[in-house]
C-alpha cells in the first residue's frame, strides 16, 4: 500500500551503489504501473517549449561565468527540436527523482518526497532524469554497474519496447537539458540575498557530453566493454577469496600468528597500489 504522510524516516543517500539503483528502478516501474490507472492528465510544465523560453532569457545576459555555454545548448536545443519523440508510452511521472527526493533507511528505500513537479510525460523521461542522477558520481563518471542495475529494477515491472531503446539517448539529452538549463538560469538571475544557493550547471553540461558522444544501449552492446566487465569481475573474486582464505589458512592451519598474517596483507596492498604511485 502506498501512503502519504508528513514525515519519512530515512536520509538520502550521497554515493549510490547497484542495490540503491535497483530500487529505484523497481520503484519507476511500480510508480507507473499504479498510475496508468488514472484518468487525470497534467501537463508538464517544464517541457521543451519552456526550456527554449528559459534559454532565450539567459541568451540576452551576456556577460557570466558560463556564456561558453550558450552556442552549444543553441545547438542541442535545436536537435531536441528536431528528433524529441512523437509517440511513447506515457504515464503520470515523479520528473524529479533526485538522490535529495529518495529516502532509504538501512539501504531500504523508505519513501519519495516532493511530487510539485509530477505530470504526464514518457515512461523513459522519468527513467532519464534518474539515471543522471543516479548513475554519475561527483566527478560525473558514469557507472554502466548502476545503469544496468537501475533498468533491471524497472524491467521487475516494465519492459522497454523497442522505441523506447531507439530514442532514449534524445530523451537522456533532453533530460540532462532541462536541468542545465535551469540550472544556468538559476545562476545567471541568482539573488544574492537568497538562501538558497545555486547549483552549479557544469555538472550537467559535462553528462550533456557524455550523451552525446555515447549511447548507452550502446556500450551496454559492446563486445570489448562485456569484456572488460566480465574480466574486471574474474578479477575481483579471485582476489577476494584469496584474501579471505590466506589469513584463515596462515592462521588456524599453518599457525602462523595474527601479526604474521597482518603483515602478509598489508604487503598485499602495498603490492598492489606502490606501483600505481612509482
Known sequence: KDIFTYFLDGKKISNPDSTHCTQ????????INITSSFDQNK???L??????DIFAKCEQIKKHKFVNFIEPMQKELDYLKLNWPKSLPINIIH???FKDNIFFK???LSGVIDFYFSCNDFNI????????AWCFDKKNIFSLENFKSLIKGYNKYLSLSEEEIKNFNTVLRGATMRILVTRLHD????????????KDPNEYYEILKFHQQKSIFELLSNKNIQLSILSAGIG???????????PISMNMMHGFSLFSTGIVLQMHVVGMFLPSLI
Not at 517541457?47 to 527554449?52: G, R, V, Y
Not at 523521461?125 to 543522471?132: S, T
Open 187 to 198: 545562476y545567471i538571475f541568482h539573488d544574492d540575498n537568497a538562501i538558497v544557493v545555486p
Open 125 to 132: 523521461y522519468e527513467l532519464a532524469i534518474a539515471i543522471n
Open 236 to 246: 575481483y573474486t579471485t582476489m577476494s577469496t584469496l584474501m579471505t582464505a590466506t
Open 95 to 97: 520528473a524529479d527523482l
Open 47 to 52: 517541457n521543451l517549449s519552456k526550456w527554449k
Open 24 to 31: 529505484v528502478g523497481e520503484m519507476i516501474g511500480n510508480l
Open 43 to 45: 501537463n508538464n510544465r
Open 106 to 108: 538501512k539501504d531500504k
